[in-house]
């Protein structure tokens, strides 16, 4: 899909990268809101959470609800542990997009006031779509991105970087600068399973992740 401006202007559009939320939903709200569909604006790197709370903020001081209604962001934690210690990180699910839901025009454009609100605010690109008319997202789309934000608040599982087979050297604690080749990975410990040779004998040992790093060529 092309984005474009309102004047029917096409941009050139940055494929969106590809799982808590701002702005939760809960488990009893609808997946479209009556007369309004769900749309992707494009906004600045790392302005996400300023533009939802900014439009969400004019949107109630100009009365604009019956137009604007839900406006999320999905974001994803990650748990990482290190020396034992856990850390969350959360990052967002969709780097440079927000989702809106607003009700167009009889002929799909974006009513005038909505329009300006929203171009208006900093750091805001334009909305996916073609012809200077926005693209409404598809049911599974929607589905697939509500059902992120619908996500309950539970323990994030551990990401890890390594790839089963991969040659790997050890380099902290009492196994440094042995090699070997992941074996199993084991995200709800944190932990790395590694073959190593001790005394001419492949054996198992289980190892944060941060303790070992990827051989190149490996």
Known sequence: M????HDGAKQP?????????????????????EGMNWFVLRVASNKEDYVRETLLRKIEIEGLKNLVNRILVPTEKTKTVK???????????YPGYVFVEMRLEPDGRIPQDVFFLIKETTGVGDFVGATGRPTALANHEIEKMLLDSRKPE?????R???EKGEHVVIKEGPFEGYEGSVDELLPDKGLVRVLVTIFGRQAPIEIEEWQIAKIEGG
């Open 160 to 162: 890890l970087v390594f």
């Open 13 to 33: 559009e940055t494929a969106a990268p590809q799982t808590e939320t701002v702005g939760r939903l809960s488990a009893d709200e609808p997946l479209v809101t």
């Open 83 to 93: 020396a034992g210690k856990q850390k969350i990180t959360e990052s967002k699910l």
């Open 2 to 5: 092309k984005t474009t401006t």
């Open 154 to 158: 539970e323990l994030p599982n551990v």
